[in-house]
């Protein structure tokens, strides 16, 4: 069983920067890979970025490459998301999810999720 919560969200200004956070709990969160999702209102939740458990392999969505990194410190039981260059497109609330099950940018693949953590962009 893994228990995920997200912090760090907030309110931006276009340009700006921030970083989430997902703090686990669960002795076996080292031992599986984890992501970060999102869902804007009125859209389907939709995957942002993919890391292993070591950390050695990262995946991101082609609209968040080149501004967003994944990271994590499997000593904190943490995992991170660093947002740069935030536009207001990248206004949602973002979801932590651990043990995937196959692709994994399906969302029905994953085991465990946080409850959120809003972020929003302003023009």
């Known amino acids: 069983q893994v228990q995920l919560v997200e912090s760090g969200g907030g309110l931006v200004q276009a340009g700006g920067s921030l970083r989430l956070s997902c703090a686990a709990s669960?002795?076996?969160?080292?031992?599986?890979?984890t992501a970060w999702f999102r869902q804007a209102p009125g859209k389907e939740r939709e995957f942002v970025a993919f890391i292993t458990w070591s950390g050695s392999i990262t995946y991101y969505a082609d609209s968040v490459k080149g501004r967003f990194t994944i990271s994590r410190d499997n000593a904190k039981n943490t995992v991170y998301l660093q947002m740069n260059s935030l536009k207001p497109e990248d206004t949602a609330v973002y979801y932590c999810a651990a043990h995937v099950t196959g692709t994994y940018y399906y969302t029905r693949n994953w085991a465990y999720w946080g409850q959120g953590t809003q972020v929003t962009v302003s023009s």
């Open positions: 669960g002795r076996t969160f080292s031992s599986v890979a």
